[in-house]
């Protein structure tokens, strides 16, 4: 039946773009003035660069552009094949951090303002955070071996320091990977007394979390002008923090800041983006893998296009 409904009834073996398929698909009239760009992996790690539209809300019509790879320059021929008529009824494109994403699209559709995706930057920022968390448990796992070295060339049993949640510091701070992402208000109770003995053993963590939820912050602001002021204080206050980790967010934001600050004029996101690529990646696990990416991508189009 599979054979069947590939070779004969879906009608595979005539679609116009079968040759061009693997490499990429395009759509000139799904295309409108609120467009978001992002990658998925299809099969076995190989990544696809997707343009959709916003308007479509992941149905019929979604899919503007596939195109192989995530290189600006295959992404810019590819859309170049789009009329510049039509490209340049778009107004806004939402991405992420990267470059790449970011100059193609600049490139390709010369009329819209480009939105950096505010969950990209905090979770740029809760990276760093995480960073200084997991350096910290491996100078504990060092300490632990250590001592447990030192007990045993002396012939004595090693006894771990237990806190008082009954938690060794390397198992606090891995337990704490999780509540740190998120906002004080949402800890549970257990969760409020591991942050009381990871703050108070790790001063520097504490003001990691809380210049991370200041960032956060700056996101509920509802004017580009206070927005961008917030925004210039934190990066002032990150400097005076001098955290190696949180120099090199700054410095990213920095470079971003004119596409970040976008965000502040129409609140867009690239949520429809992440939502599309899970619905590729469900459609990919209900099939068990992608065998055939041409075939796979015909039946996308049925679906998306």
């Not at 090693?158 to 606090?172: A, F």
């Not at 740190?180 to 003995?197: D, F, G, M, V, Y």
Request: net charge positive.
């Amino acid at each position: 039946m599979r054979k069947q409904y590939k070779h004969k009834s879906s009608g595979f073996s005539s679609w116009s773009q079968k040759e061009n398929a693997e490499s990429y698909l395009i759509y000139p009239d799904n295309i409108g003035p609120r467009l978001s760009i992002d990658e998925v992996s299809l099969s076995k790690g190989e990544l696809y660069t997707y343009v959709t539209n916003k308007a479509r809300k992941g149905k019929s019509g979604t899919l503007v552009a596939s195109i192989k790879g995530t290189r600006s320059e295959d992404i810019m021929r590819v859309l170049a094949k789009i009329p510049l008529e039509k490209r340049k009824m778009v107004r806004e494109v939402t991405l992420d951090m990267a470059n790449n994403m970011e100059h193609a699209s600049r490139m390709s559709f010369p009329e819209a303002m480009l939105t950096t995706d505010h969950f990209h930057v905090i979770r740029l920022a809760m990276e760093a955070l995480q960073h200084i968390r997991v350096k910290y448990r491996w100078q504990e796992l060092d300490r632990e071996n250590k001592a447990i070295k030192d007990a045993k060339d002396k012939g004595q049993k090693y006894v771990p320091w237990v806190l008082d949640n009954e938690d060794t510091p390397k198992q606090l701070l891995a337990r704490s990977r999780y509540f740190i992402a998120k906002k004080q208000n949402e800890w549970t109770p257990s969760q409020k007394h591991r942050a009381r003995l990871l703050f108070s053993l790790y001063p520097q963590l504490e003001i990691a979390y809380k210049h991370v939820m200041n960032l956060r912050g700056i996101y509920l602001n509802t004017s580009r002008p206070t927005a961008e002021s917030a925004l210039t204080d934190w990066l002032n206050q990150t400097k005076e923090l001098d955290i190696k980790e949180f120099r090199t967010v700054a410095n990213t934001i920095s470079t971003k800041r004119a596409t970040i600050l976008n965000y502040f004029e129409n609140r867009s996101t690239n949520a429809n983006a992440e939502s599309f690529n899970a619905k590729i990646k469900l459609f990919r696990a209900n099939l068990r893998g992608v065998k055939d990416i041409p075939f796979f991508l015909f039946r996308m189009e049925k679906l998306f296009a």
